[in-house]
């Protein structure tokens, strides 16, 4: 009873939060609709940093400040093939394909140039981390070129923009919208220093952070060599920074990129976080979740564990712990959600089964396996809400497929 009427709560709170953003939404309208006030629309402000910034061919010489923001390209753009997923039947090989073609660009993978930027005067806006120019256009590049990070921000119905609180005569911008989600750090945002290592001049450039970093953060910040000293962490207000670093992802947020896995094995896979004891076949729990739960959880487990499975956590781990974990597993089972982001640890022969609700499927683990030449299967089960159920008759036809189980 007290669980249904918490999700009355939240879903209650989720309308309000709805209704109150559509009525800003349409007040800015008519604002940015009244003559004059045109061209001051935010929407009609978003620009890409390669169309803003001057573009350069090399980084600027030791001494050499270019007046302008400037814009240097490193890698050009390029394309990967995936292999398709392991899937229960047509019907469900279908939808999965219709959900990697929207988050994952599909089976033909479209990667852009990855770039490094610098901004002079911009400013930093609010807990997703958006880079303004001086003249406030919004750096799409910021918003991980997405829209919806854009209208879930509110920045698009800003009316009076805010005054930095604080300035910064030097930084380099690390995190990005989720700052504190363990695949979109892990994944997106700790390759970035494989671009600012290219540069000798940016060797002690202080990283804008969190302004609260998690135990794992703090742990991979520490392994890959960056000391606290470094750390600049942000207070989710408006900042200004006289010059700005802004390191582009290694690929579309949602796409690991392969350039991002190998960099992750290099840094963190050492004698000290491979191992070969601890369980061969895990089954990944969201037992410390608060959605995407499934329903019948405890007869999934005790059939697993017949199977040979042991039951883990992820949250109750280390980053180390993880990645011991993870260097020599066989089989994962897993409720899709961030512990599988440690397939990137596993061995090439290892295999990953995801269980999806049937209302949401996404293919950002099924992305990364295919870099690491691994198996990948999923199935999906009846939603009640974002939690869901899994037929485990389906689940063993789909281990004896995969995993002669």
């Not at 600027?60 to 270019?66: D, F, S």
């Not at 220093?193 to 998690?214: C, G, M």
């Not at 207000?237 to 802004?246: A, M, P, Q, S, Y």
């Not at 697993?304 to 089972?333: K, M, P, R, W, Y």
Request: charged share 25%; hydrophobic share 40%.
């Amino acid at each position: 009873m007290n669980e249904l009427i918490t999700k009355a709560r939240r879903r209650l709170a989720r309308d309000f939060a709805s209704a109150k953003k559509t009525a800003r939404k349409r007040f800015a309208s008519a604002v940015y609709s009244c003559p004059g006030l045109i061209n001051c629309d935010p929407r009609r402000r978003v620009v890409r940093l390669a169309d803003y910034c001057n573009r350069l061919q090399n980084y600027p010489l030791n001494g050499e400040k270019p007046a302008e923001s400037w814009y240097l390209p490193l890698d050009p753009p390029r394309a990967i093939d995936r292999e398709e997923p392991v899937s229960p039947n047509e019907t469900e090989a279908e939808k999965f394909r219709n959900a990697a073609a929207r988050l994952q660009n599909g089976i033909h993978c479209q990667f852009p140039e990855t770039f490094l930027a610098c901004v002079h005067d911009a400013k930093i806006y609010g807990q997703d981390f958006l880079v303004l120019s001086p003249g406030n256009c919004i750096f799409f590049d910021s918003a991980l070129l997405q829209q919806n990070v854009l209208e879930r921000n509110g920045i698009l119905e800003t009316l009076i923009w805010p005054k930095p609180r604080a300035v910064r005569e030097i930084g380099c911008l690390m995190a990005q919208e989720m700052p504190n989600a363990y695949y979109h750090w892990l994944i997106e945002v700790m390759p970035k220093l494989s671009t600012l290592r290219q540069f000798e001049q940016l060797s002690e450039v202080p990283l804008i952070v969190p302004r609260v970093l998690k135990p794992f953060q703090a742990d991979s910040l520490r392994m890959a060599g960056v000391s606290d000293s470094r750390l600049l962490p942000f207070d989710n207000t408006c900042w200004e920074v006289r010059n700005l670093f802004f390191p582009s992802m290694l690929g579309p947020t949602g796409s690991p990129a392969p350039a991002a896995v190998a960099w992750l094995r290099k840094t963190f896979l050492r004698p000290e976080t491979e191992s070969s004891s601890g369980p061969k076949r895990i089954y990944l729990t969201r037992r410390d979740a608060s959605q995407r739960r499934v329903l019948n959880e405890r007869e999934l487990i005790a059939f697993l564990e017949a199977e040979g499975f042991a039951t883990v956590c992820t949250g109750d781990l280390s980053f180390v712990e993880q990645i011991q974990l993870f260097s020599h597993v066989e089989v994962v089972v897993a409720a899709h959600g961030a512990g599988s982001t440690n397939m990137v640890f596993a061995p090439e022969n290892a295999v990953l089964i995801e269980l999806f609700g049937d209302n949401y499927i996404n293919g950002c683990f099924w992305a990364l396996t295919n870099i690491r030449g691994q198996k990948y299967a999923f199935l999906t089960g009846p939603s009640q809400w974002l939690d869901y159920s899994i037929s485990l008759e389906e689940l063993k036809l789909l281990l004896a497929k995969v995993c002669r189980i």
